[in-house]
């Protein structure tokens, strides 16, 4: 446990500084003891300048033909330091976030989102105590897990409880993946008591977004969802767009409002997509939000 909050501080630190591509390599020219702690900690901060130039550029395009070279390079950096939790972390983000932007549902989305949850559960296992095989207890042990989280566990939480998400979207047409909900739902709780601004209201996106995914005949609970995307607004301050977004596409076209619906898309059409850590899912929420707009007429 005594690597927790350092593995898991670092992580927190790489992804809020934003820092783009260094583009240099350091010679580790030194004994080999001090060496490997040196390799370690350019290679993590490599991944970590990687994910930033990929979740900073704006165009789609350049980032969609380029970003698997930079998965497969981060897949050669975690074959030399297969424990690195900031590594498994960094790699997760990347392989989630491509999939989630790139690749159409099939089965190359099921690949990836297998192996970004498997990185996932990876870090948090060497990172929080008790988190090895969390993801397969029962339901009330799992729960009990999450009451013991602390702070500075957010950020491990919240790559596994996110990477788990993607990947019961991937795989929603069985059954079994989709009953992990409940595990996701209670862990992203947790994180929202623990740290609820963070990721710009991160945690209360995915709540809104889980208690809108069935109509209030079937068990949802729409209000409550809305209730979490105006938090999820307030704290990202109008910065996250895919915000804007979901709560158009989740909640006010479940609830059939057509004002809402338009209003939310057109504060998306009318952003600028530049803020840092997010330009890229800005850029892909702006193109989402015009294809809304473009079915808006059929759907209402």
Request: hydrophobic letters at 50%; glycine letters at 10%.
């Amino acid at each position: 446990m005594a690597e927790a909050a350092g593995p898991s501080a670092r992580l927190g630190g790489v992804r809020r500084r934003g820092a783009v591509c260094r583009g240099v390599l350091l010679v580790c020219l030194f004994a080999l003891a001090g060496c490997t702690t040196l390799v370690s900690s350019v290679t993590e901060n490599l991944a970590g300048d990687l994910a930033a130039a990929i979740l900073e550029n704006p165009d789609m395009d350049v980032v969609r033909e380029g970003a698997p070279a930079f998965l497969l390079l981060i897949d050669g950096l975690l074959e030399g330091s297969p424990d690195s939790v900031t590594l498994l972390s960094q790699a997760a983000l990347l392989n989630s976030a491509y999939a989630g932007a790139f690749v159409e549902r099939g089965e190359r989305s099921r690949l990836m989102a297998a192996k970004a949850k498997g990185l996932a559960e990876r870090a948090l296992c060497l990172g929080v105590e008790g988190g090895c095989g969390v993801a397969g207890k029962p339901f009330a042990e799992f729960e009990r897990w999450t009451l013991a989280l602390r702070r500075e566990d957010v950020p491990l939480a919240y790559g596994l409880a996110t990477a788990w998400a993607a990947w019961m979207q991937a795989n929603s047409d069985d059954f079994n993946a989709i009953a992990d909900l409940g595990k996701v739902k209670v862990l992203m709780q947790r994180i929202a008591e623990l740290d609820e601004g963070y990721e710009y209201g991160g945690p209360h996106l995915y709540l809104g977004v889980f208690e809108t995914l069935l109509p209030p005949a079937l068990g949802g609970r729409p209000e409550v969802g809305r209730a979490h995307f105006e938090r999820a607004l307030a704290l990202a301050e109008g910065k996250h767009l895919l915000t804007l977004v979901m709560f158009a596409e989740q909640y006010a076209r479940l609830v059939f409002d057509r004002p809402l619906h338009d209003d939310l898309l057109n504060q998306v059409l009318a952003a600028d997509v530049e803020v840092p850590e997010l330009t890229l899912m800005n850029a892909v929420a702006k193109r989402r939000a015009q294809g809304l707009m473009e079915t808006a007429d059929a759907y209402f």
